[in-house]
């Protein structure tokens, strides 16, 4: 399907391992955002990607790690999750032609 | 510190009147501002924009007032329908650099018919 999935959509881990969540869009879009939902602060850059073999840190990007080999995938790994991020993740991409971002569906991740 | 806020976390408003919602942003580099509209279990989707060389932009329904002066947007919804119900989230951004956003708070509308 044409557009920007998230997967999975749900997931439980424990606290301590490794987790990766995945974001694959259809578009060719240039650039490639991952953000975290949180009650009381909204939606918060973790990373981002402005091409292949780009990234670059958002606002809150500790413990976390991206990587960007294809266009169309950027995953989101959390090397040894805790509980403090439980939390939606979100993942969004731009053609970089116009400031619009579309987001996927999110993944609801629980540490426990 | 915050740089974009959004300071009603709710919004209840009748069917068929206006929902008004606002914005307040503190950092004078942001030149370009978006709604996003997110339903629950769904990703936010974008609803409506405005370049900070305008004051108003409207599509449809929905039209965002920008004062640059007072650094204050909002959106209005006119007349307000039941599917307009969900979280509200405005965003800047500067336009000369990565596309990135910095998103508020939200504001969850409730319209009730």
């Known amino acids: 399907d044409a557009g920007i999935t998230q997967s999975p959509r749900y997931k439980i881990t424990e606290t301590g391992r490794q987790v990766t969540l995945m974001c694959h869009q259809t578009w060719s879009h240039s650039y490639m955002f991952w953000y975290r939902q949180d009650l009381g602060h909204g939606l918060r850059l973790i990373y981002y990607s402005a091409a292949a073999d780009i990234t670059d840190k958002g606002e809150v990007p500790d413990g976390y790690v991206v990587s960007r080999s294809k266009t169309e995938n950027f995953p989101l790994t959390l090397e040894s999750a805790t509980r403090s991020q439980t939390s939606v993740y979100f993942c969004?991409?731009?053609?970089?032609?116009?400031?619009?971002?579309?987001f996927g569906a999110g993944t609801r991740l629980s540490v426990l | 510190d915050q740089q974009v806020k959004q300071n009603s976390p709710s919004l209840s408003v009748q069917e068929g009147r206006i929902s008004i919602l606002n914005c307040d942003y503190t950092?004078?580099?942001?030149?370009?501002f978006l709604w996003y509209k997110k339903y629950p279990a769904e990703g936010p989707t974008f609803l409506i924009s405005i370049s900070s060389i305008k004051d108003k932009n409207e599509d449809g329904r929905f039209t965002v007032f920008l004062n640059k002066s007072a650094k204050h947007l909002s959106l209005h919804i006119v007349p307000s329908q039941p599917g307009d119900s969900a979280v509200y989230f405005c965003?800047?951004?500067?336009?000369?650099?990565?596309?990135?956003?910095?998103f508020g708070t939200g504001t969850r509308l409730k319209v009730l018919a």
């Open positions: 965003a800047a951004s500067e336009t000369s650099g990565t596309y990135k956003y910095i």
């Open positions: 950092n004078s580099m942001f030149d370009y």
């Open positions: 969004a991409s731009s053609a970089g032609t116009e400031n619009i971002q579309y």
